[in-house]
Antibody
């Protein structure tokens, strides 16, 4: 079964740090671009970060630039989001999501795609 | 504030058709044929319904269809069913600076 499972969320004070993880299974993780999308309580979806299959391309939303770092370990089938200088407005459920199609970023560059597989999400609360 | 605009709510009776609009700009929806739509039930993860404006992933009901005209994309749900009651989000590729932008979501109510 194709599956993404996030972990690492919790309560953190403003200015603190947290690392989220996303464990992938049931597909060839190394062939897919991966993404983080968040949803503040009662609000809509917000794209956060994307990383290409070989980590060649990394993109971040303006709201997290300089504070969040996306990374992946293809040997461990895992995606990460390192979050520093956390603010109250970062409070949200964080989802990892897979691109719909495989992308060989070395051969073809970055190919944007829809997100076809989502994890169940992990809650991050930033509060003193 | 979302980069894309959607109506806050749309409602319809069982069996009817409803359409949800998603308005962007000539830099996102109007420029790229990379609009996708997601359905989200309360407490659940989003589910991909439509990609590349009008294509349906395997397993998604053909009651869901997508289209685009200019800077506005649309999702139509035909033969509305009780299980369609959910939030619906549009998303567009917006280039290498912003990458992806989402709409604020539309709550669909089945009367």
């Amino acid at each position: 079964e194709v599956q993404l499972v996030e972990s690492g969320g919790g309560l953190v004070k403003p200015g603190g740090s947290l690392r989220l993880s996303c464990a992938a299974s049931g597909f060839t993780f190394t062939n897919y671009n991966m993404n983080w999308v968040r949803q503040a309580p009662g609000k809509g979806l917000e794209w956060v970060s994307s990383i290409s299959s070989s980590s060649t391309y990394i993109f971040n939303a303006d709201s997290v630039k300089g504070r969040f770092t996306i990374s992946r370990d293809n040997a461990k089938n895992s995606l990460y989001l390192h979050m520093n200088s956390l603010r109250a407005e970062d409070t949200a459920v964080y989802y990892c999501a897979r691109d719909r199609e495989e992308n060989d970023d070395i051969l073809t560059g970055y190919s944007p795609e829809a997100f076809d597989i989502w994890g169940q999400g992990t809650m991050v609360t930033v509060s003193s | 504030q979302s980069a894309l605009t959607q109506p806050a709510s749309v409602s319809g009776s069982p069996g009817q058709s409803i359409t949800i609009s998603c308005t962007g700009t000539s830099s996102d929806v109007g420029y790229y044929n990379l609009v996708s739509w997601y359905q989200q039930h309360p407490g659940k993860a989003p589910k991909l319904l439509i990609y590349e404006v009008s294509k349906r992933p395997s397993g998604v009901s053909n009651r869901f269809s997508g289209s685009k005209s200019g800077n506005t994309a649309s999702l139509t749900i035909s033969g509305l069913q009780a299980e369609d009651e959910a939030d619906y989000f549009c998303c567009s590729y917006a280039g290498s600076d912003s990458l992806y932008v989402f709409g604020p979501g539309t709550k669909v109510t089945v009367l």
